[in-house]
Nanobody
Framework: QLQFVESGGGLVQPGGSLRLSCAASGFNLNNYAVAWFRQAPGKEREGVSC????????NSADSVKGRVTISRDNAKNTVYLHMTSLKPEDTAVYYCARYPDFDPQVTGWGTPAAYECWGQGTQVTVST
């Protein structure tokens, strides 16, 4: 079965940090770009950050730029999202998904419809 399994979410205070993990199962992650998305209650799913197949380029949403680092370890078939200086507005379910190619176009990296093999998500709650 082709799937991602996200982990690492939880409750964190504003200003805190988290590292999310996204482990691929049933396929080799080497051939795909991967992105993290998030969805807050009542809002559309939005792209957070994307990384190309070899980590050569990353893209991040303006709302998180400077606060997130996406990375990957192809030997472990895993992609990570390190988030710092967390804000209450970062509260959402975070998902990862693969782009069906090595490298999405820069302008389209954050389009959920372009991705496949979505995981179940991990909840991130930023609150006092």
């Amino acid at each position: 079965q082709l799937q991602f399994v996200e982990s690492g979410g939880g409750l964190v205070q504003p200003g805190g940090s988290l590292r999310l993990s996204c482990a691929a199962s049933g396929f080799n992650l080497n051939n795909y770009a991967v992105a993290w998305f998030r969805q807050a209650p009542g809002k559309e799913r939005e792209g957070v950050s994307c990384i190309t197949w070899n980590g050569g380029r990353t893209n991040s949403a303006d709302s998180v730029k400077g606060r997130v680092t996406i990375s990957r370890d192809n030997a472990k078939n895993t992609v990570y999202l390190h988030m710092t200086s967390l804000k209450p507005e970062d509260t959402a379910v975070y998902y990862c998904a693969r782009y069906p190619d090595f490298d999405p176009q820069v302008t389209g990296w954050g389009t959920p419809a372009a991705y496949e093999c979505w995981g179940q998500g991990t909840q991130v709650t930023v609150s006092t």
